[in-house]
């Protein structure tokens, strides 16, 4: 990771929702040009981290601690009319469901145009030929024609790349992408990856990725941070993290994906026990009763994040035990 | 179960949507989202059936259960018509077939116990009653690794991966021949997965049950069938066991999914040889002509445009429908 000069970095960001610590004290950072993958199960807060980034917190959810900067500025200290100004230009953020995002009664066009005129003031024309530009950029062929479609008229794969073309035509540094591919087919899914690949290389936009796929990750990310209920379990570059998990979880994670060389209809390895939910939460670390290698003090003390050298740091007890998740894995 | 050697035999079967007039008189276009498909499923087999989104592997899994008329064909499930079959008939030939679907959430009735929700179809066939259909239940939900006091509780009051348990209680309450699962494991999450495929297959090696799984993930498939379908707009393009199928991809559209899935290996998946398809899927209201799959292959050629290829036996097996491959 590029910890000397980074674009983004969440420094100990905590939230709050009815009392109990739903994201805990996370931190991270990103560089420009970098992928930055925070992956984890429903519940771990991947999406409230994301929310938070772009001030679109829900009411219930409050943050208590920690900052988000964005080179010299706190996102996380700044009003709603400052936030206005930030996002689409700074930062921006593109979601599951296209379909859901955009407006059904409004052209495309006019809804890219939107975004450019918003914060540059510029006259339509001027935003639509922007527009017709960014459809180029993301790959849409005939983009004239498009451009006066709805969103109806449009597949999901489209839809997906006209909204990567509202959130970067004021050319934001940075790109939080929610789940991008988790609505789409696999065809396209793949050409939404490569298209996303691409718009970093050409443009240097760093990217958080919020997913749950552990192929999506080994394909384009630079940098994971495993999240489980709240907290991160484990940081790291993403071959390392692959190749060496350090935190149990991790490994089991990876253990429990069906791989190519795996014997037909073995049994695979599987957490047993659900994610704890927050009222749940107790003061060790949090997945002590999922945990095979968990030991009292587990249940009493929170592990910190320690650091294993080359970026890497998990939040165990017992990185040394690790070789017997293997076994159990196996 | 009936001894009939292949709980599923399909032969020929199309579905189409529409074409006749609307409420203002103009005749849309015809949907033609099944297009002639043959299958067998032998006793105890898993057969993954994959495609994207509008390929009609949904419409395919309706007709199969009886959920929607064919136009042609026939579908017989442990020899017994489903086409053209009368309501009594249906109600007999559902007992052997059943179906889970990808959000059990969405399967289950919020305002009944899951002991009632695994005990009505015993109910409903008059298989038991009292206390035999007190002890049936607990058995099933014990099958599926609940517990029997677990009867008492409410759909809310489970995880994800617990009501797909409650879902695959119910289905296999009245011992199918045959069980469809559409993306079973697509809505739960990634470490919840694991033990619902290792459930499917552990009831499979105890009941000999039939799968008919429909899934996007090819990783999946491998982990679990015995035999891949490839669907692409409503016809069958490659059908071969596991082993050949995965070593040995044969259609242009099959090696074109092979390389979009994510591979959770970043070595692996980084190092892999690309195939992206351009373009999207045709709409099954206006299929391209010859072979469907051109307007996206990069094999295509003059022949493709015009004749459509069979599906055909290769050496290893495997039955492809390419001009090329």
Not at chain 1, 271 to 277: M, N, R, S
Not at chain 1, 306 to 329: K, M, P, Y
Request: proline letters at 6%; hydrophobic letters at 40%; a neutral charge.
């Amino acid at each position: 990771m590029d910890a000397a000069n980074p674009l983004l970095s969440v420094d100990r960001l905590t939230i709050d929702i009815g009392g109990a610590n739903v994201v805990d004290d996370i931190s991270f950072t990103v560089a420009p040009g970098k992928v930055m993958a925070l992956v984890g199960e429903s519940g771990c807060g991947k999406s409230l981290t994301s929310y938070a980034m772009l001030g679109l917190l829900p009411p219930a959810a409050i943050r208590t601690a920690g900052r988000i900067m964005l080179e010299n500025t706190d996102l996380a200290a700044l009003s709603e009319r400052q936030f206005r100004k930030a996002r689409g230009k700074d930062i921006s953020i593109i979601f599951q469901e296209p379909s859901a995002s955009l407006d059904p009664l409004t052209t495309v066009g006019s809804q890219i145009a939107e975004a450019y005129r918003v914060h540059h003031g510029v006259s339509k024309a001027e935003a639509y030929e922007k527009a017709r530009q960014m459809l180029v950029d993301v790959g849409i062929p005939d983009p004239t024609r498009r451009l006066d479609q709805y969103p109806f008229e449009l597949s999901g794969g489209m839809c997906q790349r006209i909204m990567i073309s509202i959130a970067l035509i004021c050319g934001p540094r940075v790109l939080v992408a929610d789940e991008p591919t988790t609505a789409l087919d696999v065809t396209i899914q793949a050409q939404i990856l490569d298209l996303m690949k691409k718009l970093v290389a050409d443009r240097g936009t760093a990217i958080v990725l919020i997913t749950h796929d552990m192929g999506v990750v080994a394909d384009i990310a630079d940098d994971v941070a495993v999240m489980y209920a709240g907290r991160i379990a484990e940081i790291a570059p993403v071959h390392d993290l692959f190749r060496q998990p350090k935190h149990p979880y991790t490994a089991l994670l990876l253990a429990s994906v069906p791989k190519l060389d795996d014997a037909p209809k073995a049994d695979l390895a599987t957490i047993e026990g659900t994610v704890p939910t927050p009222n749940e939460f107790g003061v060790g670390c949090r997945f002590t009763e999922r945990c095979p290698l968990a030991t009292d003090k587990c249940r009493t003390e929170q592990p910190p994040l320690f650091d294993c050298g080359g970026g890497h740091r998990s939040a165990c007890w017992h990185i040394d035990r690790l070789a017997e998740i293997h076994e159990v894995a196996a | 179960m009936s001894d009939h050697k292949n709980v599923l035999e399909i032969r020929d079967v199309a579905v189409h949507f529409g074409g006749r007039g609307g409420l203002l008189g103009k005749s849309g276009p015809v949907v033609k989202a099944v297009n002639g498909v043959d299958l067998d499923i032998a006793r105890g087999e898993t057969v993954a059936l994959v495609g994207e989104s509008g390929c009609g592997k949904s419409t395919l899994s309706n007709t199969i259960v009886g959920l929607q008329a064919p136009i042609s064909g026939s579908v017989r499930i442990s020899g017994d018509e489903v086409v053209g079959a009368n309501r009594r008939q249906l109600n007999d030939i559902r007992r052997k077939v059943q179906m889970i679907f990808q959000d059990p959430a969405l399967s289950l009735d919020p305002r009944s116990t899951v002991g009632a929700t695994i005990g009505e179809p015993l109910i409903v066939r008059g298989v038991a009653r009292g206390r035999a259909l007190k002890e049936r239940v607990a058995t099933l939900l014990q099958q599926v690794g609940l517990r029997p006091e677990h009867a008492d509780r409410y759909p809310h009051q489970f995880s994800g991966g617990q009501r797909q348990r409650v879902v695959i209680a119910r289905a296999l309450a009245l011992e199918p021949d045959l069980l469809i699962c559409d993306e079973p494991v697509s809505a739960l999450d990634v470490s919840v997965r694991a033990q619902i495929l290792n459930l499917l297959v552990a009831l499979q090696k105890r009941t000999g049950v039939s799968y008919l799984f429909v899934s996007h993930d090819l990783g999946v498939v491998r982990h679990i069938c015995d035999r891949v379908v490839v669907m692409y707009l409503g016809r069958f393009v490659e059908m071969a066991d596991r082993d050949t199928f995965f070593a040995n991809p044969k259609h242009p559209y099959t090696k074109a999914l092979m390389s979009a899935v994510p591979e959770a290996d970043p070595e692996v998946q980084r190092a892999k040889q690309r195939f992206i398809l351009s373009g999207e899927l045709p709409s099954p209201s206006n299929i391209p002509s010859g072979c469907a799959f051109h307007t996206r292959c990069p094999l295509a050629t003059e022949i493709c445009l015009k004749e459509r290829p069979e599906l055909t036996p290769r050496a290893d097996g495997a039955r492809v429908a390419c001009h090329h491959a």
